[in-house]
């Protein structure tokens, strides 16, 4: 078993455009969570989804988004690009929503110019 | 609002010392902890959780509800033990359910 895998591994944008990055869960996992790590600090939770639909949201703006697709699958999609969104974006699969351990995927590094 | 501390950044041991990595939290309900460590290059990897009340290479914490502390320990680092650790505690109800809060980190060295 490949672990969660993300897409890209690393991007870089500029201010005002908009980023999608891609989750795979560990297979026979059903719930995503999206996390995002800033140079110097720990995670920090974006969302969590669990058989496709959202089911709690960390205190992000609305230019943050994401969605789970019938594999389970998932994307996040931030607009309007700042720099500080600058960061590591990881994602994490688990097989049920709520308290199962969760497994980290490599993360994708942003950098926005 | 639940909170993860880690008062240490930065820890320094030499092989075969023992070590204590510091973690205290804040949180209504009933505490679900976890330990997960990042080795350099690699990916965030679950060490430990405190309801399974396992022994991870040769790691232990104790969840202390009086001082609201999970510390990890071990009698004898070593130089594989160097990495990042994160304390982190899970939202076991609410709007959060299942989201995790993580600590800062703690940079552990162990020198030769």
């Known amino acids: 078993d490949a672990g969660v895998t993300q897409s890209p591994t690393h991007l870089i944008k500029t201010r005002g455009q908009h980023v999608t990055l891609r989750c795979s869960p560990i297979?026979?996992?059903?719930?995503v969570s999206w996390y995002q790590q800033v140079l110097g600090q720990g995670p920090q939770f974006i969302f969590q989804y669990y058989e496709k639909e959202e089911r709690g949201r960390g205190n992000f703006p609305d230019r943050f988004s994401a969605r789970q697709f019938p594999n389970y699958s998932s994307e996040l999609n931030v607009n309007a690009l700042l720099l500080g969104d600058s960061a590591l974006y990881l994602c994490?699969?688990?097989?049920?929503?709520?308290?199962?351990?969760?497994?980290f995927g490599p993360g994708t590094r942003l950098t926005v110019l | 609002a639940q909170r993860v501390t880690q008062p240490e950044k930065l820890l320094s041991v030499f092989k075969g010392a023992p070590v204590e990595l510091k973690c205290n939290y804040s949180?209504?309900?009933?505490?679900?902890l976890f330990w997960y460590v990042q080795y350099s290059r690699q990916r965030l990897q679950l060490l430990l959780r405190h309801i399974s009340r396992e022994s991870i290479k040769g790691f232990t914490a104790d969840l202390n509800k009086g001082e609201t502390s999970f510390h990890l320990k071990k009698p004898f680092a070593q130089e594989e033990d160097s990495a990042m650790y994160y304390c982190?505690?899970?939202?076991?109800?609410?709007?959060?359910?299942?989201?995790?809060?993580f600590g800062q980190g703690t940079i552990l060295t162990v020198h030769p």
């Open positions: 297979s026979g996992h059903k719930s």
């Open positions: 982190a505690l899970l939202n076991a109800g609410g709007t959060s359910y299942g989201k995790l809060t």
């Open positions: 949180y209504s309900g009933s505490p679900e």
């Open positions: 994490a699969s688990r097989v049920r929503y709520g308290t199962d351990t969760q497994y």
